[in-house]
């Protein structure tokens, strides 16, 4: 009888991993190859359940994100994606030395991801739209800057932040005083705790850009360079503030602007010519 009995219980425990590896695609991540997951629209918002995990969208396209490990033999977490066609993506994150695949296709309802729960956002605006609002911003400057953070001769400044409906858009200028060209490695937007209470993990949410415009990639010397990004509308709460992080590729100028929600409150209508 107790045999039976354990069984019995072995046979749910197995029955119930099935089902939550079922409902839960998983995507194997290395620390020396990078995993991609290309999605059906859009990407809008990525939250990480763990700093181990480096996700960035890639370079010229919406919809694919690239995956790292930022350690070795990290603990299984989670990853949480929102496409603009209102999809939650959900997928567990695994650490392998050899992933079985590197590249993650999370189109429809296959037996590797779980059924899609809709979100309806507000609004989106077009391409076209998100192009003549960028081009009012940089036509009709404000003529100051907001907050700005410098480290050797480069510097990263939020002029202005606007809003249009569902979306705001930020006015960044990069300005590079040395001789030396700013290659970027990253440019990201993420909300995170202000303080890191002890013993407790710092949860980071990516802010995803819908559009942006300027030139990011390279920052010649003796040069600056304005940019504009626009994301979905969100506020912040008053034990977090959301973070512009630029990060030089192969060199040691980084750069953090910390914004606070009360800066974000003052977003003024995008001026019209």
Request: one cysteine or more; aromatic letters at 6%; a positive charge.
């Given at each position: 009888?107790?045999?039976?009995?354990?069984?019995?219980?072995?046979?749910?425990?197995?029955?119930?991993?099935?089902?939550?590896?079922?409902?839960?695609?998983?995507?194997?991540?290395?620390?020396?190859?990078?995993?991609?997951?290309?999605?059906?629209?859009?990407?809008?918002?990525?939250?990480?359940?763990?700093?181990?995990?480096?996700?960035?969208?890639?370079?010229?396209?919406?919809?694919?994100?690239?995956?790292?490990?930022?350690?070795?033999?990290?603990?299984?977490?989670?990853?949480?994606?929102?496409?603009?066609?209102?999809?939650?993506?959900?997928?567990?994150?695994?650490?392998?030395?050899?992933?079985?695949?590197?590249?993650?296709?999370?189109?429809?309802?296959?037996?590797?991801?779980?059924?899609?729960?809709?979100?309806?956002?507000?609004?989106?605006?077009?391409?076209?739209?998100?192009k003549s609002h960028v081009e009012n911003i940089l036509n009709n400057p404000s003529g100051h800057s907001m907050k700005g953070a410098s480290h050797f001769d480069m510097r990263l400044a939020l002029q202005d932040i606007y809003i249009e409906g569902n979306t705001l858009f930020f006015h960044l200028k990069l300005a590079n005083n040395s001789n030396i060209p700013f290659h970027t490695d990253v440019l990201r937007f993420?909300?995170?705790?202000?303080?890191?209470?002890?013993?407790?993990?710092?949860?980071?949410?990516?802010?995803?850009?819908?559009?942006?415009?300027?030139?990011?990639?390279?920052?010649n010397g003796k040069s600056t360079e304005e940019l504009v990004y626009a994301l979905p509308k969100f506020t912040i709460p008053d034990a977090k503030m959301l973070t512009i992080e630029l990060m030089e590729k192969n060199g040691g100028r980084h750069l953090h602007l910390k914004i606070k929600n009360k800066s974000l409150l003052k977003a003024q209508p995008i001026p019209v010519d």
């Open positions: 009888m107790l045999l039976k009995l354990k069984c019995l219980v072995t046979t749910v425990l197995l029955n119930t991993i099935l089902l939550y590896s079922f409902a839960q695609p998983l995507v194997e991540v290395s620390s020396n190859k990078t995993s991609t997951i290309v999605f059906p629209a859009s990407i809008t918002t990525v939250d990480r359940g763990s700093r181990d995990v480096l996700a960035q969208k890639a370079k010229g396209v919406d919809n694919v994100l690239h995956l790292k490990a930022a350690r070795v033999n990290f603990k299984e977490t989670n990853l949480t994606v929102i496409t603009t066609d209102g999809t939650l993506h959900v997928f567990m994150i695994r650490y392998s030395d050899k992933p079985g695949t590197l590249t993650v296709n999370a189109h429809g309802n296959t037996p590797s991801e779980s059924p899609a729960s809709p979100i309806q956002f507000v609004s989106e605006m077009t391409s076209s739209e998100l993420y909300v995170k705790d202000k303080k890191k209470p002890k013993r407790t993990a710092t949860q980071e949410v990516s802010q995803m850009p819908i559009y942006h415009y300027g030139n990011a990639f390279v920052i």
